[in-house]
């Protein structure tokens, strides 16, 4: 199955492909509900979306850097970005949960906290999507020589 | 854990909404020539707002627990995300637009934060 048909709509409004993110971001949202429910808070910051969001970010670096350096965005090529791109790792990570949990902890004057929170998930997740990208480059060469 | 339907209802809201933020950012993608990435903050934006207005009336008893968990972590969950914002800060100071990196990464936060809070606010008023 490829999201590339034979019709010259662009790939967002492409059923085949709506239905490949449907599918993704389906498991990606239940591996992040599993995930959130046995990793337990730390000094009442939520750790297990704080490690979901850093992951995600992460491995989309890597899958995204690997793809684009094995050629343009068609085909299966395609077809993985948006099943495991868009639809798993954009299912899996999330941005409302950790702005509400944030808020959260300034409702309950847990300023610091909350100020932790919210610059380590930014600044990790951007030092993890750098990671991911320089694996991702890495590998490609080590698959190439 | 939640009961077994709850846990299919909320993975499938969540694809759904991952399909909704595809097709949302497509649309902005086709239609706004901006060399920014408007198109995650707007969906970032607009959900947490949604989920700090579901989260507020779950608080004050105005949303059953489940509806709570299907429509705020799941349909919610999935239409936002963190790893595409991350990704395109991180393309954004690749190409040394270090305040269009600095606007999606902290920008969106305090933004993020904001709608939210006015979602909670929101919610508890009903």
Not at chain 1, 100 to 121: I, K, N, P, Q
Not at chain 2, 63 to 79: K, N, S
């Amino acid at each position: 199955m490829t999201a590339d048909g034979p019709s010259s709509k662009p790939v967002h409004l492409r059923w085949s492909a709506v239905g490949l993110v449907i599918l993704g971001g389906s498991a990606g949202t239940l591996v992040r509900y599993l995930l959130a429910l046995v990793v337990p808070t730390w000094n009442g910051m939520p750790l297990g979306i704080f490690l979901i969001n850093v992951t995600g970010a992460f491995l989309l670096g890597w899958l995204l850097e690997t793809l684009v350096r094995r050629g343009p965005d068609v085909g299966g090529r395609r077809t993985l970005r948006v099943l495991l791109g868009t639809g798993v790792l954009g299912g899996y990570t999330t941005y409302s949960t950790f702005a509400v949990d944030a808020d959260g902890l300034l409702l309950a004057s847990r300023f610091a906290e909350s100020a932790l929170y919210g610059l380590a998930t930014v600044v990790v997740g951007a030092a993890a999507s750098i990671a991911g990208i320089l694996l991702g480059a890495r590998l490609h060469r080590a698959g190439r020589s | 854990m939640a009961p077994l339907w709850v846990v299919v209802a909320l993975s499938l809201a969540g694809g759904v909404g991952a399909a909704c933020r595809f097709v949302l950012d497509g649309i902005v993608r086709s239609r706004v020539r901006l060399a920014y990435p408007v198109g995650t903050m707007l969906i970032n934006v607009t959900g947490s707002l949604l989920l700090g207005f579901v989260t507020g009336l779950a608080l004050a008893h105005a949303l059953p627990q489940e509806w709570r968990l299907i429509l705020g972590t799941g349909f919610l969950g999935g239409y936002t995300t963190f790893s595409t914002a991350s990704f395109e800060t991180v393309r954004l100071a690749q190409e040394r637009r270090w305040r269009a990196a600095a606007v999606n990464a902290f920008g969106m936060m305090i933004a993020a934060l904001l709608a939210a809070g006015l979602g909670l606010w929101l919610g508890a008023l009903i």
